[in-house]
């Protein structure tokens, strides 16, 4: 967040938001001050094709956006102010480098300088869980907040950090990997080498993973009817389909995901005090099923007063990390 | 930290500081400017006396740290600004309250007014982690820091955070309880009532206790022998005499305990990305027996980016508590 004044904010200024995940890319572009938005195309980010492959989708569906925000506007292209990239981490911002991302299976990509080479426009890069946060803080569910956790759970875990009201890097742009704390020490094997990281236990794979070696034990289910007798496609949203048809296995896995997620939303009350914890992503589609056994663990985990000071929130805001992308960009342009 | 500048600091002013403990109770106090020290007397808190007696023995050691102060410089009573105290909690700063303390058994309690109206000067509360993490930042072995982690390892497991220079308070005054993160999430049961707690693993009486389980279980060690056959009089001290005279048992308690703490400050690394993390307390005394395996854990467990940028040093200000007692209340104050 910059330092600078605030001007006020242009209305007839557009900046493109790319938000890159394991999974789908999607691209939007929001007016500068927040009230239009154009766009909000997802694909597949299809990994397989390497980071190339990845790279020229988005710079294809960043044209595609300012095309179709150019249509419906009347704007011109020199009203496009550039384009903020929300990619998973660890990364080095000043450099817009992508240093690590176990789910694309990228080292040391200079992604920020390959966008703006592409579309011949400014571009900053910023954690997607950190553009997430930022976007249900801007203009989502912890509009207000002053000290606030947000997760975004799905492929991954990812976390981001606002604190004292500026969205917080630490020393080397790596704060917020909230998916990888260690909530049980001799635990389970995680994508990033450790063992017992929260991502572990409650991303969308990991509660598939769960599922599927509960049926392995035997248990009844109608969970392999779902999936047709082929535990491979088993997903979290087939356990979630199963626990809201009543399925006791299914309901049990998602009891069990809020106990992890309770406790680790429980660890960053007791050490950050927040006033808002936001979470989204496809994991917390489940709603009141996962929302309610989660503040329940995290009522007996934490301390009474980080418990009394916290709202505990679902995401409201379908494309947060875009928004938070476009916010990210105009922060560091000083626009906001 | 004031928002307001600073004025010079005056050398010819002090200010008294509390480092209330839940075994030992040391007051001392600085010049405005920390250049000298007077007093830095313990004595034991003796929490068995209840909250009325333990004020008692705070304010008479206060008054014998005035007089003493007074004494050696000549300055007078009025030279006093004032008193901070750091106390364990979570509190209640802008009232004075500690709220809840396990390890004194206090609850609701109004420690600041009561000292205030024993020695008639003006005070202030902060948590006792957080005070010993603004001393070692203001004069010890944080200082330069930006994001400073501080854990004091005790009784109990306290925590302080410096982030983007300030000390990090969150919402509700309980940032930092960094003792009462979960490692484990169905593991030891903690004196705060929940499982897994770091603190449960790594405080003073924590690796007692895991050194007393493992003897029971009849591995060969001399540490009967050191605690004259009385188990009940095993402490962290005598495992870690035991583990430098070469008891395997001891050493092993020793490494599990810096595993357990590695996986703790691996999580703080990834999850705030500090460029300081310091250790104090009484159970870090252990040094590089200590340090070492914890360092490796926490290479093993944290993100590189995280691990580069950090250094995880221990604290070298035999009273950082007091120091910063002195520092809360003159930041307060806008001195600092």
Known sequence: MSDAPAAPLPTD???????????????????VD?????????????????ADGVVERIVQLIERVIAETMAATGYSRTQCLGVGIGSPGPLDRERGMVIFTPNLGWRDFPLRDRVQDGVKLPASLDNDANCATLGEW????ARGGRNVVGLT???????????????????????????????????RRCGCGNYGC???????????????????????????TLVGGDLGRLTAAVVYDAAKQGDRLAIEVVR???????????????????????????????GDALFEPMRAEVRRRAFKPAVDACRIVPGILPNAGVIGAVATFAQRQGLM
């Open 13 to 31: 200024r557009f900046i493109v938001g790319v938000d890159l995940g394991g999974t789908n890319l999607v691209v939007g572009a929001l007016s």
């Open 34 to 50: 927040g009230s239009r938005q154009f766009g909000m195309h997802s694909i597949p980010t299809r990994a397989d094709l390497g």
């Open 138 to 141: 801007w203009l989502g569910a």
């Open 153 to 187: 759970i799905g492929t991954g875990i990812g976390g981001g950090l606002i604190l004292d009201g500026r969205l917080y890097h630490g020393a080397s742009d790596v704060a917020g990997e909230i998916g990888h704390s260690t909530i049980d020490s001799i635990g």
């Open 198 to 224: 929260l991502e572990a236990y409650a991303s969308g794979p990991a509660i598939a993973d769960r599922a599927r070696e509960a049926l392995v034990g035997g248990e009844p289910s109608t969970m392999p």
């Open 256 to 286: 069990e995901t809020a106990r992890f997620l309770g406790t680790g939303v429980a660890n960053l009350l007791n050490i950050f005090n927040p006033d808002v914890v936001v979470l989204a992503g496809g994991v917390t589609q489940a």
